[in-house]
């Protein structure tokens, strides 16, 4: 039938105890719940929304429009081109000054504070870092800051929420981590994670360190930061060091 709505789909994995804020965060963007599939640590989410039509013969024509506007611009590049490379042939030979060219002003080295000041992002060195430690998991906040310091250290007081095998392995984890010291109980902050990482990966310091970690272990956690995963709420680090607290 030429009225049938035809949708589009996709699934979404989370993590236990994230699926809400998932959920509500599809729904936002058009999308509409069709299956939930709920396993021991991860739950399987189905959407659907109808599929937006197409302007096919708009796209045509700008993609028209842009051709032509390349030939002209093309031509028009290679006729002022040639006329310079002609001024320049016609221009005669400056003769040697013989003064010394200025050198070039040296670039201060960074003592060895400042670039310890610099390398790591704290709450109480950078109050963006601060704000987004408080702000939803699904925030655009998360986004923001994933996007400006992709590659840079952060280091926060934080625990663990949940610890999961990663696929079938009995050595390596997907660890979910939470600001603040409520491990499972975490409400507030971004769903931080560390995928497919087994304990010594962690690098763990301090002055008892345990053979093995698990939910609600507390830590001060340095890690390098990823990206963010919008679909499932999940901002993804990378483990630099891990201090028992």
Known sequence: ??????????????????GGLVI????????????????RLRSTLSFRRPKKPQPWLLI?????????????????????????????????????????SAAPT????????????????????????????????CDDANLD???RHGGQTVAFNGSIVNMAPHGDYDTRYDFLLGPGDKGPNTTVGPAFKYEDVNIGNLN???????????????FRFVAEVGKFNADQCLFFLYPVSTEIR
């Open 24 to 39: 509500s965060k599809m729904q936002k963007d058009g999308w509409e719940l069709v299956e939930q599939a709920q396993g």
């Open 106 to 137: 040296p670039t201060p080295t960074p003592t060895a504070a400042e670039s310890a000041a610099t390398e790591v992002i704290t709450p109480e060195n950078n109050p963006e870092f601060a704000a987004l430690l408080k702000a939803d998991s």
């Open 60 to 100: 045509g024509a700008l993609a028209a429009v842009l051709v032509i506007l390349a030939i002209v611009i093309g031509v028009a590049s290679a006729l002022s081109g040639g006329g310079g490379k002609k001024d320049e042939s016609d221009k005669p030979v400056a003769a040697a000054s013989g003064k010394p």
């Open 145 to 147: 800051f994933a996007t």
């Open 1 to 18: 039938m030429a009225d049938e709505i035809k949708y589009e789909y996709k699934t979404v994995q989370t993590v236990r105890g994230t």
């Open 204 to 218: 763990l310091t301090g002055k008892k360190i345990p053979a093995t970690v698990g939910a609600g272990d507390k």
